[in-house]
């Protein structure tokens, strides 16, 4: 399974990104999940949102409710976050990887080995 995401670059507080995520169309992934993560200089890498390709289930880490949008095109087999208000705090790379992840629970360290992922794309929110 191959991921490329994109869609990052530099931008002032309050601006707006989206990032793409598209996972090869060679493996079917309807029973998976795309999730978001990012990781920040000297910081573990902590999950930002995912979704069920199949029914569209959303989740979200707490400090992006409100402001971070996730969507996917099953049949493209991408995922999207759009970012909105952003915040120096956002600032990271970000990664999208794909698995059977189900609830918001599992994504966690502990099954990041389980799950497919894509390079990261740099995300800088700077004045």
């Known amino acids: 399974v191959q991921l490329q995401a994109s869609g990052g670059g530099l931008v002032q507080p309050g601006g707006s990104l989206r990032l793409s995520c598209a996972v090869s169309?060679?493996?079917?992934?309807?029973?998976?999940?795309i999730g978001w993560f990012r990781q920040a200089p000297g910081k573990e890498r902590e999950a930002v949102s995912g979704?069920?390709?199949?029914?569209?289930?959303?989740y979200y880490v707490d400090s992006v409710k409100g402001r971070f949008t996730i969507s996917r095109d099953r049949a493209k087999q991408t995922a999207y976050l759009q970012m909105d208000n952003l915040k120096d705090e956002d600032t990271a790379v970000y990664y999208c990887?794909?698995?059977?992840?189900?609830?918001?629970?599992?994504?966690?360290?502990?099954?990041?080995?389980?799950?497919?992922w894509g390079q990261g794309t740099q995300v800088t929110v700077s004045s």
């Open positions: 979704i069920m390709v199949s029914d569209g289930r959303t």
């Open positions: 990887a794909t698995g059977f992840l189900g609830t918001w629970k599992n994504y966690s360290p502990k099954n990041y080995n389980e799950l497919y």
């Open positions: 169309q060679s493996t079917p992934i309807d029973h998976y999940a």
